[in-house]
């Protein structure tokens, strides 16, 4: 039976491998050639906080079992070997490099899924809660072991939705037999996740949609086995905001966030067969001429996902340059469906978009008949253009039909 190592819980006897920091690695490549046998094994002694000196290199069985707590600081140019299992943080942890000599965390086994990776979490039982886990200019590779059901990141780094604020700044995530990062965190902590390269992995994050606004600027998530940023959804109170990134977002299940959606120029949104966008407040999605914003099925077929449907009292509803394709599966009755009713009356504004492929129409807009004789969906159309919908361009329940063309 296997264990996991909490690095929250853990001193080590340390000592420097090597003849200093040319030895150490360090460099673009944070001396991912170093060899074990060189460095020297890390060996749990006591409470004290644990400190891997700047240039040194060390090896860890994370599959011992351990019950002792402190914080880990691990300086530039570190190289941390691990030769299988996981390293659980369950207290603060301070792994900041430079540029010129990142820290290196690295499998022994130079194949992803050597090793467990790095699993941010909280103790539970009480107490004091930990502080940050900062990693800044870290290389953490060939982790995401999946196969080993007593293992739980899933990732080269992972974090809960109980963890007090993550950090993760200018670093490279690579080569994981799984993930490359996996976030839940919760709501509310000041974490942050920006100009970090996420590549080499079987996907490159896996994240939940409360955790979307902690995506910053100046990530790279291209060039991995499957290029799609997985999100899981649900339980979401904030309202949601879909940056542009250079992959797609991929939505497994259908999208129904818990506000306001706003979603930014250049977003590329994909979503499984069954499933759809519910929008249940507003959308905002304001693309450009050079970065449309796409929302597709990822079969590229028409039906492949049940498109996206804005339904009664959804007020101010906005999209500009927005491409809408492969929608109206059984889930759905459109590309775009909006519909209002008298006590429930709905807006939306249409303004560069193009509704292509879709296996019913390209938009279809459902009005309620009042005993006044008016309807409830104030819908503004300009430059609203349609493509090979196979029940044509427009939908409607209003006897005297809607211009959006």
Not at 72 to 96: K, N, R, Y
Not at 197 to 202: A, E, L, R, S, Y
Not at 241 to 255: H, M, S
């Amino acid at each position: 039976m296997r264990f996991v190592m909490p690095i929250s819980c853990l001193t080590f006897l340390l000592a420097a491998c090597g003849g200093g920091d040319d030895e150490a690695g360090g460099g673009t490549d944070g001396g991912s050639g170093d060899d074990p046998g060189d460095c020297q094994e890390l060996t749990l002694t006591s409470l004290e906080d644990t400190t891997l000196p700047a240039g040194t290199c060390h090896l860890l069985d994370a599959t011992r079992e351990s019950v002792v707590g402190s914080k880990l600081v691990i300086e530039p140019g570190v190289t941390l070997i691990i030769e299988e299992g996981q390293l659980d943080v369950l207290s603060e942890m301070e792994a900041i490099g430079t540029e010129e000599d990142p820290i290196l965390i690295t499998g022994a086994d130079k194949e992803p899924g050597s090793w467990g990776g790095i699993y941010v979490r909280h103790q539970g039982g009480g107490g004091d809660e930990p502080g940050p886990a900062v990693f800044e200019h870290v290389i953490v590779e060939y982790g995401g072991e999946e196969e080993d059901h007593h293992l739980s990141a899933n990732a080269n780094i992972a974090w809960d939705h109980n963890r007090p604020p993550v950090h993760i700044v200018n670093s490279e995530i690579r080569q994981s037999e799984t993930a490359g990062v996996r976030m839940i965190p919760r709501p509310g902590d000041d974490h942050e996740f920006s100009g970090n390269v996420i590549t080499d992995n079987d996907v490159p994050l896996q994240i939940h949609e409360v955790s979307l606004p902690f995506l910053g600027e100046g990530n790279s998530f291209a060039g991995n086995v499957r290029d799609f940023i997985e999100v899981s959804t649900g339980a979401a109170g904030d309202d949601p905001t879909l940056r542009g990134q250079d992959v797609p977002y991929l939505f497994d299940e259908d999208f129904r966030p818990g506000g306001d959606l706003e979603i930014e120029a250049g977003a590329h949104l994909v979503f499984t067969p069954e499933h759809r966008l519910v929008v249940n407040h507003s959308i905002t999605a304001i693309g450009t001429d050079d970065e449309p914003i796409i929302m597709q099925g990822r079969d590229e077929q028409p039906g492949a996902w049940g498109g996206v449907r804005a339904g009664s009292g959804t007020d101010d509803n906005y999209l500009e340059h927005v491409e809408i394709r492969h929608g109206g599966d059984v889930q759905g009755t459109a590309n775009l469906w909006v519909s209002g009713t008298e006590q429930s009356p709905t807006s939306l504004e249409l303004r560069d978009v193009h509704l292509a492929e879709g296996a019913r129409e390209g938009l279809f807009v459902g009005f309620e008949t009042t005993s006044s004789g008016s309807y409830n969906v104030d819908l503004t159309c300009e430059n609203v253009t349609f493509e090979d919908n196979q029940r044509g361009p427009i939908g409607t329940t209003d006897p005297d039909g809607v211009d959006c063309e």
